[in-house]
Nanobody, 115 residues
Framework: QVQLVESGGGFVRPGGSLELSCAAS??????TVWGWHRQVPGKQREVV?????????HYADSAKGRFTISRDNEKNTVSLQLNSLKPEDTAVYYC?????????WGQGTQVTISS
């Protein structure tokens, strides 16, 4: 089992920045992928950014050039730097990890972009 706790969501004006962080605990040694997804009411949860245990990254087209995912092996955290935020980035952002057995999700953190 892996437990994930997100932090860093909030309210920001368009063009602003936020950093999301996710702390992992439990059986983390078998995690192969870390990442962030987001979801708005009435829509499917979608991938925002992923990073593998070998630090290969993948970004959704909407995130490329604006968001940056990173990991800290010593702290067992994964972070998502959100820059140049747009109103359409408003969503609940979920931390995600994948090991050989299952996918794990955090409880989600709300990100709201509005003028």
């Amino acid at each position: 089992q892996v437990q994930l706790v997100e932090s860093g969501g909030g309210f920001v004006r368009p063009g602003g920045s936020l950093e999301l962080s996710c702390a992992a605990s439990g059986n983390i040694r078998d995690i192969t992928v870390w990442g962030w997804h987001r979801q708005v009411p009435g829509k499917q949860r979608e991938v925002v950014a992923l990073i593998s245990s070998s630090d290969e990254t993948h970004y959704a087209d909407s995130a490329k050039g604006r968001f940056t995912i990173s990991r800290d092996n010593e702290k067992n955290t994964v972070s998502l730097q959100l820059n140049s935020l747009k109103p359409e980035d408003t969503a609940v952002y979920y931390c995600y990890t994948l090991d050989f057995k299952a996918a794990y999700w955090g409880q989600g953190t709300q990100v709201t972009i509005s003028s």
